[in-house]
């Protein structure tokens, strides 16, 4: 298997291809259009904030290759930051655009549903519970 991970400057690279190397996959770094245009599968990673991630995106000329071979069928994994920039906007530091490929935006925790025992970005595992009604809270 052959996976294209795209480098748009904010992303722990080296990780994401030990990831796919310790499963045996062949991975392909790259922040050239063409390339994503040719990936037989995508990974979009990320660390940092949406608006620096997509404003890479856009320096690069990614985000129509990304839009192109995602219509297209091409599977498309965005890990963390990645994945947030799939979505359709994001509240984080004001409003900014992101791909569009799943609908919806990301938004802060209510201050309702916050924990006070956990710290934010909380990294670890957790029960996920869905509350009715509330899917849509933004």
Not at 41 to 54: E, I, Q, S, T
Request: glycine share 12%; hydrophobic share 45%; aromatic share 6%.
């Amino acid at each position: 298997m052959k996976v294209t991970v795209i480098d748009y400057g904010l992303s722990n690279l080296l990780s994401v291809r030990h990831a796919f190397a310790h499963f045996g996959a062949e991975t392909l770094l790259t922040s050239d259009p063409a390339d994503v245009l040719a990936a037989e599968k995508l990974v979009l990673p990320g660390v940092g904030a949406f608006k620096d991630g997509m404003d890479g995106l856009a320096r690069l000329g990614l985000i129509e290759p990304i839009k192109q071979k995602t219509a297209q069928g091409t599977l498309l994994l965005g890990i963390c930051l990645g994945m947030q920039m799939l979505f359709d906007e994001s509240e984080e530091f004001g409003l900014h655009k992101g791909l569009g490929l799943i609908p919806g935006e990301v938004c802060p925790l209510a201050d309702d549903l916050k924990d006070p025992s956990l710290k934010v970005p909380h990294i670890g595992w957790n029960r996920l519970d869905i509350v009715p009604g509330r899917e849509n809270d933004c």
